[in-house]
């Protein structure tokens, strides 16, 4: 058993939160755990602003106790970077690192980062090598099923990636030129999983938004954990409602009134954190899930896109007259 499945060990469902840029910070990852969230990592860092100690990456790192098992995600191009990134990161002492080899986002890609990589697979394998030679705390994967449609080698890519000494890959179902299009094909990920050759833990990402099409996917793909990531944004609750089903637990709704107080609580420490100008612009993409089954809440919604200060915002949420 490696260190990284002795720490899954721990839970009869591996439930993990996925990193999200501009959603999972310290805040928030504290809120999913609460709920529920089993394991949770850090929004992506990238190892060139990691190396020259720039503040907001700095921030990214920053995680309490109560959150681990916590993993700190890097992304990066260049072996001497991500090295150097990887011992900047291990230093922050998280459980493990995960290298983020999936980001479809242009600024990334064109760098060679995130995705890009899967152009190159001989490349991946080498600097996942080098990171992993570079730490002592295990080293993890996020990455995609390829490229584009007619190129899909994750099946061979995990094993690659096994054999440089990866202790886990966390697959979303789809190629980059997908984006996030179309539907996560998770009989991909099922058949990595299957691959006899394979040891080390797969997590399966892409679409879950339910308890129960988790737990059905979870027993279908035979995966090792679930990740949840658009599907928890605003809705902290996605991860208690998962367990119910796992646990055959009964489900309950939140009354508007709690769902306020959890939206106010996630506003009021990020801005004790990020200040009020940042806290009040990353909330906003917080509300839709937040509210999502209120049928008034329209109105309070278009308020709260120009809301500046956190006072505006409770005002508008606990006004009775909107
Ligand atoms: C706003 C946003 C930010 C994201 N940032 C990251 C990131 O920092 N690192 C990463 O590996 N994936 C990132 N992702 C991808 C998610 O982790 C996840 O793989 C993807 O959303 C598919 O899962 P889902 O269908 O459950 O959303 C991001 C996705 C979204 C929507």
Excluded at 201 to 212: F, Y
């Amino acid at each position: 058993m490696n260190r990284y499945q002795e720490i899954l060990s721990n839970f009869p469902f591996p439930l993990y939160l996925a990193p999200m840029e501009g959603v999972t910070d310290e805040v928030y990852r504290n809120i999913c755990k609460e709920l529920g969230a089993d394991i949770v990592i850090s929004e992506f860092i990238s190892s060139d602003a990691l190396i020259r100690d720039i503040d907001a990456s700095l921030q990214k790192m920053l995680f309490s106790e109560h959150q681990r098992p916590f993993g700190i995600q890097i992304f990066g191009h260049d072996e001497i970077t991500l090295r150097q990134a990887a011992e900047k990161a291990a230093e922050a002492n998280p459980d493990f690192i995960d290298i983020n080899w999936g980001c479809p986002v242009k600024k990334i890609v064109s760098k060679g980062a995130g995705s890009a990589i899967l152009k190159n697979i001989p490349l991946m394998i080498s600097l996942t090598q080098a990171v992993v030679a570079s730490v002592k705390i295990p080293v993890t994967v996020k990455t995609r099923l390829g490229w584009e449609e007619h190129n899909k080698p994750i099946i061979t890519v995990a094993e690659q990636l096994q054999d440089v000494g990866i202790q886990a890959i966390t697959i979303h179902g789809r190629t980059r030129s997908q984006m996030y299009s179309g539907h996560a094909d998770w009989t991909l990920i099922g058949q990595t999983k299957e691959n006899p050759r394979l040891q080390i833990p797969v997590i399966g990402n892409g679409d879950i938004d339910s308890g129960t099409k988790a737990i059905d996917y979870y027993q279908r793909y035979h995966v090792d954990g679930i990740m949840v990531g658009r599907a928890a944004i605003g809705n902290p609750w996605i991860f208690e409602e998962i367990k119910n089903v796992f646990y055959q637990r009964e489900n309950h709704d939140y009354s508007y009134e709690q769902r306020v107080a959890m939206c106010l609580r996630h506003l009021q420490e990020t801005a004790e954190i990020k200040g009020e100008k940042k806290a009040v612009l990353e909330m906003r993409c917080h509300y839709a899930g937040y509210f999502k089954a209120i049928p008034f809440f329209k109105e309070k919604k278009i308020k709260l896109m120009r809301a500046t200060t956190v006072e505006e915002c409770r005002d508008i949420l606990m006004d009775k007259s909107l």
